[in-house]
């Protein structure tokens, strides 16, 4: 059956509406995605920034602990032999 003018007009601005709203889904898509990447760039640097300052804490924790426990080594070390000689009087 023969379209009328009319017809053929209002299908080609149907599609032409339809073509245009594909590439603005398609456009809002990427966008979403790029903003997704920035998102998760972000995140993942705040959370290796996070990281890092957790293992500087921790190792700067055990320079500390380690001093204090190599100091109370040698002070308990000295308590102990002077306790053991003088029980041996």
Known sequence: MAQTKAQR???AKKAAATRKAK???QAAGQTKRAAGRVVKESKAAA???GKAAKAAGKAAAKRVGAAE???GRGAKTARSSATRRSGKK
Do not use: D, H, M
């Open 9 to 11: 007009s209002a299908a």
């Open 23 to 25: 590439k603005a889904e």
């Open 47 to 49: 959370g290796s920034a």
């Open 69 to 71: 426990t190599a100091g």
